[in-house]
Structures are given as C-alpha cells and as structure tokens.
C-alpha cells in the first residue's frame, strides 16, 4: 500500500520537516504541494537544502487536483488561513492541520484568542492530534487537529497524573523554553542572530499566549475539572528543540508519579520516562521523542517534570506523520523510527 | 586616592572578569594575584585574550606580600579553599570573598550543604554583599560575602517586596536559566560545544543545589518567616547571562508591585524596573545590571517576574567591584559605568 | 542478507554516529561493540542520547568474538591504537579503519607524521576509502583506509580535475574550517563553550597539521606529479559541519571546471555540484552529501571552489558506511538516503 | 575640553556601538542623533538595550541644528544616501563617515561599484582613515572615509609588509571571516538564526564583493604597483568578530615579517603582533584592537597571517572615534582603553 500525500503551504518549517520525514516513509509519497507565494517554482528553489535529494513543483491550492490526486493533507497555513480550503476537499480526503484552528473545542474561546471561525460546523468531528493520548478516536477521524508545540511538552506529562488524580489540579505552571524554528521562517527582529543569539529572553508573559486555551481545554478534561494554567514561554538561541520545566502539588512520591507514566507511556514507541536523571533537548533533536524526567520535592510537597521534544517533529510535523500512520493503520513508527542526530 | 588590590586565584572567569574591570576602575590598580596552579607565570600565558593589554606574573599565596601590597583583596577560590588564607590577613586588609564560605550564617547549615568550616568565627562579623539590599553594613565591613550568580538574579526582586508583604512567601517557584560560564573555566562534558551547545537542559532539579540555603537565608530575612522556596537552575548554550523567571502568589495588583520596587531602586544606579515589557539577558551582557520585569496574571492570583543579569557581572566579580566602592567609600559606579556590548 | 557489523571504540563521536546511521540500514545490525574505558556498560550510559532507541553492552577486545559474530569491523580508535587489533582479525573480518593508520600509503611518512607503523605489511592491500574516487578498489578491498574529513572536502572537488589537467596543480591553497565535533569527545580548553563558542579561529597553521600528508598523497596521484599544498585549518563554534575554500589557477573558464566536476560525480548520489550558488555546512548537515560550488575569476585566473561536507558524516562515519556497502555489494545508499536536518 | 558629537543614522549597529564607546569617552558628549525612521522617538524605544543608561531624542537631519550644536559628525547611512548632508555642513563641521562614500578615490571605480558619485569634489579633500597608516593625514582632515570591516582586517598586516617590499605584491588572496553583525540590523533570511546560525558560509565568491576596490586602491598605494587581490568573504554564526587568513608569496623568513610588523606598529596601542601562536576573534571582542599572527611555510615559500578584529569595533565604530580622536588632539585610546569581554 501507498499513501498519496499533499502538503498545503510546503516552504515553512513545518512543511520543510514534513518533506523530511516523508522523504524517508516506507509506504507514503508526496504528490501535491501547495505554496500560494512560489507557486510554479520548484520546492529547491526555496528551499536550497532539497537541492538534489527531494523536489516538486508547487502549485496554487486546487481542490480537484487534490482529490484526484492524494488520499490525506497536511495544513501547513498560519490560522485561519486553511479553513477554506479544508471545507472544500474534507468530504473527499483526510485532513491533517496544523494550525490552531481546530483544536479548540468552543467557538468563542477559538475567537476570543485568535479570529472568527469559519467553519465551526467541522470542529465537532475534528479530533485533537495527540497521538498518544487519543489514539483510537485518531484512527477513525478524517479531520485531525494537529496539536501546538507548547501543548505537547505539557501535556504528554501531565494528562496522565490528572486522570489518575495524581497531581493537584490547582496551581500547576508550566515554563517552557522553545528553539526558534517555533516562530516560522519569517523575518523579525526576533530572529535576528545578532537580537537573539547568545541571549535569552521570556515572551507574552502573563495570560496571553494563544497555546493557553489549548492546554487548559486538555488537561480540564483530563482531570474533569477546571483548569487553569500558568504558562511562561522563552526563547532560546538554537533553532530546534522545546524543554518544559512543570509544577505541580502532590502528596504522592516520585516513585508513585514515574509509575503512573511508565505503565501509561509502555506501549509508546516515542515517549521514554526516565527513571533517573533528566533529558536534554539534543537527546530528541530531529526525533519524533519526548523524554521525561521527574523529581519531588519533599520540602515544598511540589513535584517538577522536565520534559523535552524537538518542536518541529513531536511538537509539530513528526507528530502529524504518526496522526497520518494512525489514521491509515500503518505502524506507528513509519518514517519516524530514528536516532538523535547527535552531537 | 589609589587602591591597591590583590586577587587570589585570579586564572578563573571571576579573575579575569575582575581584571578587565579594575583596568577601568579611575581609583583602583591591581598591585597582587595569586595561582597556585600558575605562579610564577605571566597571567596572559594563561588568559591569551590579555596579550598586550594588562600583565602580572602570578605569585603564590604570601600573607606578608599581601600585607604590604594591598588595601584589598578578592578571592576568588573554590569554597573551602580560601577559609585559611582570609583568616590569616583579614586583621591587616580587607577582603571579599566570592565563594559561599561566608554568605551561609548558620554553621550547620553551611556544614550540611558544604563542607566543615574552618573558620565559623569569622562569620559573625561577615556581610552578606547583595550591594542594594545592605549597602550601610557593607561600607562598615572588612569582610563581605560576595553573593552567588542565582541569588543575586532572584534576591533583588523578591526582597523589597517580602519587606512589605507584597509577595506571599510561601509557594514561591524560581525557575532561572544560566550561561556556562557559571560552571567555570574547569573541563567537564557539560561545558563541551558538542554536549551542550544548540542545546538546553534541567540540572539539580529538586532540593539539590548549593544556592538554596543562601537563597531561603535572605528570603526569610526580608519575609521575617521562613521561605521554603522551589528552585530550578537550567544550563543555557551562551557563555554569559542569567535570567530568573519567579512566581509568587499576591493579591495586590501590577502596579503596586511595580512602584514597591522602583521606590526601592530608585537611588540604585544598576537595578532597572521596566515600566513595560520583558528584558533579554543580552539587555546587560557584560555590564552590573539588573533588569526586571513583572506581570500580574489575573487568573491564577500570581505575579510573574522576569530577572536578567550578567552571571560573572553583577552575578559574580562587578558585584564585588560595587561592594569594594561601598567599603572605601567610593563613587558606587567606579569601573561599572558601561552600556552592554550589543550586540 | 544480513550484516553482522562490530564496532571498536564504540563511544566516541564517530562511533556514535556510525550507530545512528546503521540504526536505519536495512541490511546491517550491530552485533558487537568493543570500549575499554566503559567495558560492561550499556552503551546508552555512556551516549545518553541513546536510552530508549538503541543499546548495547560495551565489550572488551576480543579477536575470537569478533571473528564469530562479525562480518565486519569499523575502528573508530585513535590512530596507533588499532593497528594490533586489526592485524589479530583481518583475515577473518573486513574491516574499515577510520584512524589516519593505513591512508599513508609510504611508512616513512607517516612515521614521520604520526608514529612508527606497527602493522606496515598491509599497508600495501590497504584501499583508501574515498568512495567515488576508488569505488572498484573498495570493492575488492578487506581492509579500507577511510579517509579524513578535511581530506574528503578538499579531495572530492579537485581529484577529477587534477586527472583532466584542468587545474595547475602547483600553488594549490586549501582554507578550510571545521565544526567542533571534529576535535572528538576528549576534553580540552578548546572544546570549551566560553573559549570556543562565539568564537573563531585557525590552528597548525602553515605545514603542520596531520592531514597534510593524506591530502598531497592523493592530489599526487591524481595530477601525476608531485603536489605540495598550502592548508590552514580553523575551528567553527558549531557541533558539525565542514566548509573549504579551494583556490588553484587555471586558464580554463566556469563551464569546463564545472562539467567536468558533474560528468565525473554523474552517478555519484552523495556529490552533487551546484550550477551556480555556493552551500551552506547546514545544506548537509547529518547527511553523507557532498556539495561544490564553484567559481572563476578572470582577474586573478584562479578558480575558486567551496565544498561542504558533515565532517561527522561523509567525513567520517556515513562514508564509512557508504565503503562497506561498496565492500559487500551492497546499494550505496543503504542507511545514507537522508535529507538534511533543516533548520 | 569637550567635544560636541552628532551621529546620522544613529539606530543601527554602527551606531548603537558609537553610542557604547563614547559613553566611556572622557572628553566627548553626544549632542545629536538623527533618524528618519524613527524621528521623535527616544533611542531607548528603538534600541531596548540603552533603557537605563544612555539616552537621546532622534531628530530629522537638520543642518542648522547640527551647525549650532556639533563639533563632529559620525555619518552611519549606507552608501549614497549621507552624500548630500554631508555636502550641506562640511564646511562647518567635521565628518566621519563610516559609509562606502568617500573611501575610493576614483570617481569611475565607485560608480562602478557602487552608484553615482553626488559630491565628487569632496574625494580630493576626503582622507583614508585607516589609523595607524593615515596618522598625519587623519590629523589634519575635515572630512575622514573610514574603512570598511573586511579592508581594515587585511590592509594592516599587508600594508607595511608591501611598502617594505618583503611580500609579493601579485597572488595575495585574502579569505575572511565575519560575524553577522556586519549584515547590519536589516532583516533577511541570511541573518535569521534558522538558516544561519549553526551554519557556515561563503557569500559573493568571486570578483564581487564592494570591498575589492578599497582593498586593492590602499595595497597599491602601498606596493607602489598595481595589485590585484582573491577575496572571499564568509559568513560566521557569531554576532561579532572577523578573521582574515591572508596567503602571500615571500622569499623572506618569519623573523623579517614580524620584525616589520612590530616594529610598524610598536607605538600603536590597539594593533598587537604575536611573537608566536594565532588569535581567536574573542580575543578582540568588543575592543579597537587589531592582533596579528603569521607562519611562513618553507614548502610553498608562501607566509601565512591571520588577523582579527571586532567587525562593529576596530571594522567600524571603533576606529571612528579612534580617528575623532586623531582629528581633535586627543589621547587616541579615548574611549577605546577597554579589555576584552572574555569569556
């Protein structure tokens, strides 16, 4: 069997890593790639790194081409931006997206933080991407919303210890610190080597990053209670890879916590607890890992996670090819099973 | 008027970071430095980036030699190393310490998280050196504590706060992030471009690093109530920079909390409260700055405030420099007055 | 089929990523791996980056073991370390040897280099493992030499045309800058974040560094005449990558330079000469590709060509995976069909 | 005395490193500073960095204005746009520009580099402000060309050496290196830390980088025949430094060389020669200095020098006040006495 595949707004990151990913799938190959800027060109001429290993010509978004010619989509468009044009070819091939659009559950809270939604009729049958925890419901959806880098960090520790009422609910805070590939391919001063480099900073500190009503949909329903989170994300100087420090109160002890998460994760090919120590970002860079290290602390009767991915694989297109893998019965790991690129 | 100062232990990023600020120091001249590893050598064989600007030949430890040839001395040794030398000249000359042997004022305490003392008599009538916080009795004292790199970054913006009750002392979370340089000149696989470099991680997670008592000493202090606080030091892959990202509960709004620490610092030529918006470590990159920001987050009753320094500036040898103005009675910014190389 | 492939010196950087590689090779496992240092421990102890994906138990050298369970050996030891080894278990087993010790086809020379040979009667069936240059001699071959980083990126662009004649092949100059995961995993103030990191610089300038020998040797053979050449190395504050600058006269213009380059590396998958633009170390990055740019300039009738290479990979562990496919018949591809990790 | 000084274009890199080094300047103040962009604003809004320390309102060009209120002028714009202010307050005040402008002597190479000249007649009049080799012309000049980053990095080890005749003045190729700042503040895909940093470059390979004819204008006044110069520029992941490796034929030994270089720069107190070893660009870091090191290769009778220098420093902004201070009398290290920020 071979999946026909298509990518929607190919020359981002995202799309770059998908491109990657692909390249090296047993059982799926590009036949569409969408770019409305470079349409006509050829993906290499974008992207200079595809010279001479991968390349297609982009073109502009047609719904029938891409029904004639692919079984599933990637949505690689910035928010709102690929409604449209996922309500136009849904009934007829599967949707992965990647953007924000379909991962909130309530029309206004998607509102309230990011713009009107455009085809809210669709977000019933959507399913939230993460993979480990909605597996079955992925494997019979057509529309998965792929989930938000930030949202993965935290919420592959954390579901876990919520169902099983583990962790208290109340006053969990996640600070998180991302590579910059998380801010896209687009030009700011906030990517600038000479701004960012060698420094560190925090951003949209406070309530105010869009990746909050994502989390907090998540874990409320994993501890079927309110939630609210506080969240802090930083910028880190390299380009790929995602670390989330989390707090959490609890009376249960380390063994009890690192328990829960082994026996949820066993099965998991991707996602590794460790029983000791803590993971750095370069042990999942490129990989489609999460590694998760954890500590309590008697003095304060806190517990705090470490937890790492690379933000473009797990936190974005390397989870979207296992949603894919899921969706179509294929082994988890197609196209996913390797090694940190390392040093 | 002309000081004359001495360093032990002057091959380190402390030593050499003292060296390039004395150099600018209008009142100062560095008259001894001592390397046991060294001496007799030129300290530019040893730190090539001083080729041609200034020398010394490094000499070994002389009680006499230092008597005679100095006001004033830093050391900079390892803890426990520096105990013997500081006893045997702390009558004749005045001394700051910049290792932990005297910021810790409980025996015990210092013995259970250090090593034994050998000198506990000495500790009475040593300073601990946060320059803001004890100004009076560091210009009174001849032998100050110099503060560690993480205590200054958090200390600075909880102090005033806990004095006026702003901040509720317990339940505070000080999540910070460090350039290696703080892990010194010494080899280890963490400092390896290849193992930490583009990348990022958690270290002594959990109640395990030496700055906590030094840190929960200061807060309860300034709390008058014991401060148990949650702490996470992460390693940045940047030589120089700290920034502590602290979370507290308070029921007093974003202003409040503002104008307590502007009031504060107002007469403080190097602490910044930012009326707006976050600082980068970059921001103070070889300066003895502090900036701070903070945010209040409604939702979760819990302020938010970012903290930027120069982890070998005002973390380590400009704080010591500011704290030698204090003790002589020097204008505070002697050799401290510089904008951040940026970029 | 199926390779059963050993590893002495498992734990370095080139060991390493001679596991990632054959991770993903569909016809080779590793069925040995030889550490002194670490003998007894699993190899993800020592490469932390390795919990959960692959592991091994670290063995002790031994010829017996080797022979029994390998059809080839790759030595990642320094160079003199192996040479006994190899010569216990070459008639049993193929072995790729990634140590300078049998490239220098005259023992003098490398005597005078390195050291004295140990092992010198097989120098002469010993085949330099520059793949697309001597792809029917590897094929042969038990023993392959595999050759240097530095010597692969300048090797590659000019062997095919010193064999046309189309370059002079005096006054030849090589500039050349590496990442740090060229220095290995030992520790030393160079491999430092704070001295090496935001920084750059050249080392054994004029005609002292190692690789001097390899170099002329092959630029000897292919101009058919005595080749001496000017190399200066630098060091890159990056983890891989590899990046040299060529310049030689020639009085022949781009296009014959550069078709030249194309007709010799047409059915080379791993060498692909640009038509215009020059590449960037990211371009290959944890890939075994090879990319040139080239151009002449008419006021100076030189050409100048810019060659990138991972000097991890097609430096050293991809290229040695790449000769043993030559070796065994294996498609060259195998375990080395990548796309760049990007960005 | 105090100097009154005014920057054009006082919010990109150039400028803000003005802005730096005449804060330390102990006989100069800055009167005015003028943007386009951002008139009206404080600097402080623009460059978040200056919050705290320096600040200044940003003005339209106003001749007036600058008449009344300005002893000097640092012009920071790019090529072709300070030409006509300059022409307007030339005969008022005197004019450092930083620009390409007035830097080539002959009006055709200009326009053929460049763009048509507005002001040829100020050429005549313009000196070369290339310090330590234009002392007596600097001095006495109203209006100073200074030199680009790359030329100042190659002519002060070449010049001496070729108006003593001891290096050949055909076959000189010079392969440098630079930080990104040189790229200036500007946004595009080549500063973004995804496509550049982790990376390595050669950029404008060939006879086209706009620095061509200032290098081969100064080498040829020095040779007293014409030279023609190999230059490729490359560009470093670091935000600053630069490292030029320069190659010339010499039938003179090492001692020759450096004995003249020494002895040319022996009273001036930021370019320093190596008895032995090479620099890293850390040693300059942030400093006017300029450290030379050279090897003569016997097999190739080619020596070999690597220079370095801060690009923002020594390349620009650095050597600007440094001929300020030439111009008006003053001690030259004004403002420019500083350490190296290490590490």
Known sequence: MSLSVGILGATGYTGAELIRLLHRHPRARITYCSS????????????GFLRGSADFVLEEFDAQAIVNRCDVIFSCLPHGAGMG??????DS????????????KDEQTYASWYTEHACAELL????????????????????????????????????????EGLADHSGIIADSKSGVSGAGRGLSLSTHICESGESFSAYKVGRS????????????????????IEFTPHLLPISRGMLS??????????????????????????VHVLQEGFPSTKDVRATNRCIIGLARNQATSRAVIVSVIDNLTKGASGQAVQNMNLMFGLPETDGLDSIPVFP
Do not use: M, W
């Open 124 to 163: 019933a049958a959507a399913v939230y991407g993460l993979s480990e925890v909605y597996r079955s419901e992925i494997a019979g959806a057509s529309l998965v919303a792929n989930p938000g880098c930030y949202p993965t960090s935290i919420l592959l520790p954390l579901v876990p210890l919520l169902r």
């Open 36 to 47: 409305r800027q470079y349409n006509g060109k050829s993906i290499s001429q974008v992207l």
């Open 85 to 90: 044009f996922i309500s136009e070819i849904i």
């Open 245 to 270: 420090t989390i707090y959490f109160h609890t009376t249960h002890d380390e063994k009890i916590l690192r328990d829960c998460l082994s026996t949820f994760y066993q099965d998991c090919p991707f």
């Open 93 to 104: 091939v599967k949707v992965i997206d990647l953007s924000a659009d379909f991962r909130i």
């Open 209 to 228: 990053h869009r990746h909050i009503p994502e989390i907090e949909q998540e874990l409320t329903i994993a501890a079927a209670a309110p939630v609210t």
